[in-house]
DNA sequence: ACGATACATGCAGAAACGTGCAAGAACAGG
DNA sequence: CCTGTTCTTGCACGTTTCTGCATGTATCGT
């Protein structure tokens, strides 16, 4: 582990539990309380942390809300994209959703990785663009700016023409009673299109998605084959989600 | 090995993992270290990732994407853009090409323009997600690699339901004799098919493509309304282009 | 007040770093 | 085809940085 990895991981922590026990950390890390305190120091000194005694805390709100953006968000995101990649096997064909977190399962693939993808997303697209092995499909359609993904009839319609072994979704919200939800009527219907035509989907859920819900419904627990999701596997909501039968990817 | 593509496969690797070990990279690729110390040194200087001991992090995303962009931006190319860019009217609707010289057209385009922007290039579309009163229609279809725009069977027919007041065109050939040419066939024909969707054409050809022809053609001269260069009027081709009556919208 | 825990400091080994140098490849010019 | 130049690459060397341990001191809870 880097060093400068371990500062973020600790500026990751304070943001995400709002205090660091430098004991609990080394024990974690599998390194010396020593190096913990050192590093806690430094932050400290550049106004990252207040240190006290046994750990630290935040140093201000603004602060806190920098490192969260910069470090941790993309953390939770990045596990569950690489378990995701995972289940791409060589020469096989994948419908990807857009979004953040399926941008991250691009970066994830291997970039030697010959396989097929069939997205809505041009930035999905985009960025596929250097993975010279991989086939690429676009699927057309009025795009929507503020999720940035083809939808409308055009879009559904075109989608009826791919197959695939495997379709990866995101979403905004999961939830043990309201299901996999989402903020647009449109971008829902499209998820199921997209569903639809593949032989297994899984959701792509980073730990803040779970036990919230949106607006839309997108699909029944049934139509899923599981749920991928960085999440405690303990989270009294994951576990509710586990009594239902949803089979859980931990993405720790 | 080529240093440029252990270039490559260190952004690579930064993207994916979200670190680099300087010390790993070398045993996986057989080189020394200090040929990957030299490397993330330079990677670094150019904003493309942040250097630490041990190894290297990611820049922040926005330094990437302005070192990125600020890489691709030819003067030609720009004022060409600035041209085309003018002849879109509020309201209207316009088919764009994919490629570089089209990527320039979005960017001249004024932010708050309100207009339908039809294309089958994903590069194009994200550049106009921030275009917020750009009404946008991607066509879909199989996204070839070397060009990144959707080309074949079903991107023409997609292209078969639309219509629009003009259409942007890109080429890499501009010849007397040869005509419009391009270097692929595929591309050839999706530009004809959106060109026959639109009332008018114009060729987007900034200097270096004037006088050189490409494998194969795209368009009788019959058909295209004029021809956006930054060429010297008085060039010889460029003469003998408006003594074949093509109009040419000068660039200067 | 006292034991326990956390802390700062100094130290030594290890790892990473920068620099200079030489061998080799790529290339331009004669 | 040869030659001089430039660029790259790996190695050697001295320097800096990191890390864990030991020691003594400060702080906390009881």
Known sequence: ?????????????????????????????????????????????????????????????????????????????????????????????????????????????????????????????????????AELFLLGGRVFKHSAVACGAAAVEAAQNVSADLCLLGVTGVHPEAGLTTADAEEAAMKRALSARAADTYILASSEKIGTASRFRVLPWEKVSGLITDADPRDAVVERLTACGVEILAAG
Not at 106 to 116: I, S, Y
Not at 117 to 128: D, E, N
């Open 1 to 133: 582990m880097l060093a400068a990895e371990r500062r973020d991981h600790l500026l990751g922590l304070l943001a995400r539990q709002g205090k660091i026990v430098a004991k609990d950390v080394a024990a974690e890390l599998g390194i010396s309380e020593d190096s913990v305190r050192r590093d806690l120091r430094d932050l400290a000194a550049e106004g990252l942390c207040q240190r006290v005694y046994g750990g630290a805390l935040p140093a201000s709100p603004a602060v806190v809300d920098y490192a969260a953006r910069k470090s941790v968000a993309p953390d939770g995101k990045r596990k569950v994209a690489a378990v995701a990649a995972a289940l791409v096997r060589p020469g096989g064909t994948l419908i990807l959703d857009g979004g953040t977190t399926a941008l991250a399962v691009v970066h994830a693939l291997p970039q030697d990785l010959a396989c097929t993808v069939i997205t809505h997303s041009p930035t999905v697209a985009v960025a596929l663009l250097d993975h010279p092995r």
